[in-house]
């Protein structure tokens, strides 16, 4: 009996042992952190880019909110300095450097790729981690181990829309019109180069300038070209544009694109003849969910911030809270919240899970989208090659 007490008694104090252990290692993560945690945050909130950048600007804002009212990390609340990049890569280092002026532990930068490439030199040599939602293919291959992105990026887009378009939906005589800067262009290119594995030719490759308003000729020559389809990959603004002037030209071709597509910021330009039966693949859209919580999300971060929610804010929100789990094990160590980052395995965000590949990428699940008039519907996920 006395041995029996005694191997009970001593099981016993190892379990309190490891629970104290584990709870003084958390207490002791985070004491390395000041009070507030500084972070900071450069996106475009001016400019013929703000409709984009202010998604991320609220993705992160929404969710740092929220852990500040929720008692911070252990007790400290986190403090975000917002720089904007406006519309120029110049704009956007000189925003970099005054946000690296308050030595935050963690930068977020924006989702657009030129000022992304512009800045990444400079937080690199700062050693900071630096978490993107930029989508051009070539951002996490610019060699940063401090860089991550936690959006889905076009170089899935440029392979999956034209598997869909050709292998789901049966097309073979695709045109194609793109925003003439690197987002576009760079997608342009590798949706060409899929295309071609697929054994389908576009039957046009047409542009537009970022600052167009008039894509009609463009469009004239892919209809008399003898599409029977269009690949549509812009930004929300742009491409609201392209969908009202194919429906005034009465171009009537099944069409697919990027998420900008069935965006909620789109769709509130256009009617539902407009938008209606349009095909996007992206990151994941709130609205199209039917989880009660989730909508509800989405109203509260439109009531805030008189913009609907759509792919970005949610790969930003959920961006602050792996920081935030990050955080809790590792404390701010900029090294060791580097390192955790790049070994994050199955993280469970709002709509998908998270994981780091190699080159620091971390989403690589996608939603198809179809417009029914007015509202983008959820067809089905699908995924990276490989994930």
């Known amino acids: 009996m006395t041995s029996i007490v005694m191997k009970n008694a001593i099981a016993g104090f190892a379990a309190m042992f490891l629970a104290m252990t584990a709870a003084g290692s958390s207490e002791a ?34 969710a740092v909110d929220e852990i500040n009212t929720g008692g911070g990390i252990d007790g400290k609340k ?23 002026e308050g030595k935050p532990f963690v930068i977020f930068g924006s989702m657009i790729s030129p000022h992304v490439f512009a800045q990444t030199e400079v937080v690199t040599k700062s050693e900071t981690p630096f978490l993107v939602g930029a989508t ?86 892919i209809k008399d070209k003898g599409a029977d389809s269009v690949i549509v990959f812009g930004r929300p603004a742009d491409v609201t544009l392209v969908m009202k002037q194919m429906a005034d030209l009465g171009i009537k071709l099944t069409t697919i694109g990027n998420s900008s597509l069935v965006a909620q910021t789109a769709l509130n330009n256009l009617t539902a003849a407009e938008a209606d039966g349009a095909y996007a693949i992206g990151g994941m859209i709130p609205q199209t969910t039917s989880d009660a919580k989730i909508l509800d999300w989405a109203k509260r971060v439109q009531d805030k911030y008189k913009v609907p929610a759509d792919n970005f804010t949610v790969s930003y929100y959920d961006t602050v809270y792996m920081l935030k ?20 395995k199955d993280w469970k965000g709002m709509l998908i899970s998270y994981q780091a590949d190699a080159l620091g990428d971390l989403a690589h699940t996608l939603g198809i989208y179809r417009n029914k008039g007015k509202t983008p519907e959820l067809v089905g996920l699908i995924k990276e090659s490989g994930f």
């Open 325 to 344: 789990s990050i955080i809790e094990k590792v404390g701010c160590n900029k090294s060791a919240i580097r390192d955790a980052f790049a070994a994050t």
């Open 29 to 62: 993560d985070t004491a390395s952190c000041p009070s507030p945690i500084p972070l900071g945050l450069t996106t475009a909130l001016t400019g013929n880019v703000a409709l984009l950048g202010t998604q991320a600007r609220s993705g992160v804002e929404f």
């Open 136 to 221: 051009n293919a070539k951002v996490t291959a610019q060699g940063s181990k401090w860089l991550f992105r936690t959006h889905v990026h076009d170089g899935q887009l440029a392979d999956l829309i034209p598997e869909y378009l050709v292998k789901s939906l049966g097309k073979s005589k695709p045109g194609i019109i793109a925003v003439a800067d690197d987002y576009g262009l760079g997608a342009s290119r590798g949706i060409q180069d899929s295309l071609a594995k697929l054994n389908v030719a576009p039957v046009a490759v047409t542009s537009y300038a970022p600052s167009d308003k008039d894509m009609s000729a463009q469009l004239l020559e």
């Open 78 to 100: 986190l403090a975000l300095t917002t720089e904007d990049t406006g519309a120029s890569s110049t704009d956007a280092l000189n925003a970099m450097n005054r946000i690296l």
